[in-house]
């Protein structure tokens, strides 16, 4: 369990990360969004000790991090791909990583194993692509085997196959009851990985609620409508006092999830529909128009609270 | 045992990069190929010197005159064992893993000089008895007054110069800045401050000059430095006390 409260990062006049307070609890996959820019990468500084607050604190596992007696034991983390010396062979990196907390050296060869880095381990560092460089770094995350685990955009330069292997690692991670913290910037990444969403944008907390919970407040749900009497229903429909929306391509769409009410107002009436589909934007429009508005918000702040997202085209 | 632990590890670091095997290299190759060229020089100018120098001819120190170059490899190898943590982002991997700051860098600092001390031990002796050997009717031997304490002091004083450019490396943290003052430094600017007269009182204070006066064995005449041997170390032992008490404040103090 890691604990934030009111973490606050300043770089002289400019806030980097804002009054941040939330938990992330085990057993689930965190994600933590935001825009680039955003501070995520200086919180998780913060959560390592790395970078010291302004104000607030963190907690692992009610701790200091720089309490913790080897660290790697309880909390493993990939912060960036180029964390490491080019010179050194992979294994040799993990070794010494291994030995500044204690961890028996076979350890290194399970992690390279489970990383698929075994047929490289003697070799430099510097000669790998940045996905290998991303396994090497998740390698050192899992080394002391920690019941905590934090990956800063771990799906950068990955190849297909390597996101889906990450896709399956966090959420197996997560399944062993583990805590998982994961940082992107990449709503739709995040939709196919995490449990629980904490939303960031300048710095400030935007969102902090289960994956369903954010798709059903941030996102417009609306239902689809095509048919080929298409003035005879706008008539019924109006008739039971439900508002159309006639978009340009012939179809028709109605707010909310009303499609079994739409359906059976068809059948009384015996039309034909070609389609009723309920729909809801995408994860990635959520995301947008939530940090969006919290641009908005310090560009301007004599300006007027700036209309929901999608607004204009919804309306036709 | 977290210092036993941190120790290991940072052993697996310094032998597991080139760096470290070609400064040291160097560092040897140099004092004692120059120290040899010079010490054969001046065997054979030695009857055609004046008079008042033959009198102070020191062939101990004349077999160390190499450490004025071999002495910026072992600089190189301080700065690069501390900022190469910098340069190539592995400081924040390093103390995610090791985050008592304290710990991290004197840990580093204890295994570097250990090392350095090993290679500069092993590099004053051989720079002694190849010097000595190239000096042929003009040597001196181990056991003379005052020998062994300037060759032991000799690697001493190499040690000294590699753990004082690890304290800067760690003050300044870029490779490049580091060297770029500290290489300058020890090789002009401290030998003219120490040569010109009107700043002669001050030089000779300067880490290098001060440590240095551990090799001498005959003192110059109309030497009038106010501190003697081991003086003149300790002198230089405050200065690297100095940058590594620097070094560890910014570290502390610093984000990562």
Redesign the interface.
Known sequence: MIELEGLTKRYGEKVAVNNLTFTVRPGMVTGFLGPNGAGKSTTM?MM?????PTAGHVRIDGKR??Q?????TYMG?L??A????????AY?HL???A????IARKRVDEVLDTVGLTAVARKKAKGFSLGMGQRLGIA?ALLGDPRILMFDEPVNGLDPEGIHWIRHLMKSLAAQGRTVFVSSHLMSEMALTADHLVVIGQGRLLADTSMADFIARNSRSYVRIRTPQRERLLDVLHGAGITVVETGNGTLEVDGGKSELIGELAAQHQLVLHELSPQQASLEEAFMQLTAESVEYHAHTDAPAPRPWGDDWKRG | MAATQVIRSEWTKIRSVASTVWTLSLAVVVTIALGMLISALSKNEFDTMPRQDRVSFDPTYISFAGMTLGQLAMIVFGVLVVSNEYSTGMIRTSLAAVPRRAAFLFSKIAVATGLALVVALATSFATFFLGQAMLGPHRTELGDPGVLRAVVGGGLYMTLIAMFSMGVAAMLRSPMLSLGILMPFFFLISNILGNVDATKKIGRFLPDQAGSRIMQVVTPSGDDTPYGPWGGLGIMALWVAASLVGGYVLLKRRDA
């Open positions: 500084r390592l000790g790395l970078d010291r991090y720089e913790l007696k080897d660290p790697l983390a912060l960036d180029k964390a490491m010396h080019g010179g050194r062979s040799n070794l010494c990583l030995q500044s907390n204690g050192g």
